[in-house]
């Protein structure tokens, strides 16, 4: 079956400028996640959706990011007045319904953002 | 908070020899462990989850093993190839949503 995608695949913007990258779960997983890795470096958690509710938003970097989820699917990150640490690669993963704590997490191809 | 770390940094072995990699985390109240793959530019492929109360997973030539009160886990490949070139990422699951992810270990098998 169709895994995570992500889209788009590269993004290239201007400082300051806004972008908007997309998640699309795996069908029927009620989990979702949003986590960031920058060059030469691990992956950090940003945030996480149970259905379209967001009850972690702990590693959000700043406020000039945000992220929805619709409809039990399709999520959102959006990055406000870009700034070059905002470069890196921006993964999404998806888990099944279930003990969320237990269950395993299933990871998009990413979206690589370069910010000049 | 729960820090991960991944010895070696990176590894080049001849084609056919056995691999080692080893995850190090410092708080021992975890859900689980999950070994990822990641190939350049493209994402993390789940290898192996390690629920807290197993000691063992295998799939195929993979084995991964967890001791939750020493705080380590080892992932083993048996007989590797030049497809297992990647970098593996070992990630923790706490008392919360997140993994915590060690920094990987980049495998290089030479042909």
């Known amino acids: ?116 | 908070k729960q820090e991960v770390t991944q010895i070696p940094a990176a590894l080049s072995v001849p084609e056919g020899e056995n691999l080692v990699l080893n995850c190090s985390f410092t708080d021992s109240a975890i859900y689980n462990l999950q070994w990822f793959r990641q190939d350049p530019g493209k994402g993390l492929t789940s290898l192996l989850l390690i629920q807290s109360s197993q000691r063992e997973q295998t799939s195929g030539r993979l084995n991964a093993s967890l001791d939750k009160s020493s705080g380590r886990s080892t992932l083993y490949i048996a007989a590797s190839q030049p497809g297992d070139s990647a970098t593996y990422l070992c990630a923790v699951r706490t008392n919360d949503y997140k993994l915590s992810f060690g920094a990987g270990t980049t495998v290089t098998v030479r042909a």
Do not use: M
């Open chain 1, 1 to 116: 079956g169709a895994g995570v995608s992500q889209s788009p695949s590269n993004k290239v913007t201007e400082k300051g400028k806004d972008v908007e990258l997309r998640c699309d779960p795996i069908s029927g997983h009620t989990a979702l996640y949003w986590y960031r890795q920058r060059l030469g470096q691990g992956l950090e958690f940003l945030i996480y959706f149970q259905g379209n509710s967001a009850p972690d938003k702990s590693g959000l970097p700043s406020d000039r990011f945000s992220a929805e989820r619709t409809g039990e699917s399709v999520s959102t990150l959006t990055i406000q007045r870009t700034q070059q640490e905002d470069s890196a690669v921006y993964l999404c993963a998806s888990s099944p319904p279930g003990l969320v704590t237990y269950n395993e997490q299933f990871f998009g191809p990413g979206t690589r953002l370069t910010v000049l």
